[in-house]
Nanobody, 119 residues
């Protein structure tokens, strides 16, 4: 069992930046593929970015060039650096941990952290 706790969500103006953190407890963090997902009101949850145990990263087209994902295995933490934020980035952001090759819903989820981009 892996427990995930996200933090860093906030209200920010368009063009601003935020860094989300997700700390994992339990399991072997370094072997997990870690992902950030988001869900806006009335929309399905979508992948924002993921990082494999190897360090390989993937990003949604909508955030490429603006967001970066990184992990610190010594701290059991994955980060999402969000720059040039837009109103459409407003959502609840969820952290996910899963074994490679498995679907996200076969892994573990955090409780979510709210990001609101508004002037």
């Amino acid at each position: 069992q892996v427990q995930l706790v996200e933090s860093g969500g906030d209200l920010v103006q368009p063009g601003g930046s935020l860094r989300l953190s997700c700390v994992a407890a339990g399991g072997i963090f370094s072997v997990y593929t870690m992902g950030w997902y988001r869900q806006a009101p009335g929309k399905q949850r979508e992948l924002v970015a993921s990082i494999r145990s190897s360090g390989w990263t993937t990003f949604a087209d909508s955030v490429k060039g603006r967001f970066t994902i990184s992990r610190d295995n010594a701290k059991n933490t994955v980060y999402l650096q969000m720059n040039s934020l837009k109103a459409e980035d407003t959502a609840v952001y969820y952290c996910n941990a899963r074994r490679a090759g498995l679907a996200p819903d076969s892994g573990f989820w955090g409780q979510g952290t709210q990001v609101t981009v508004s002037s």
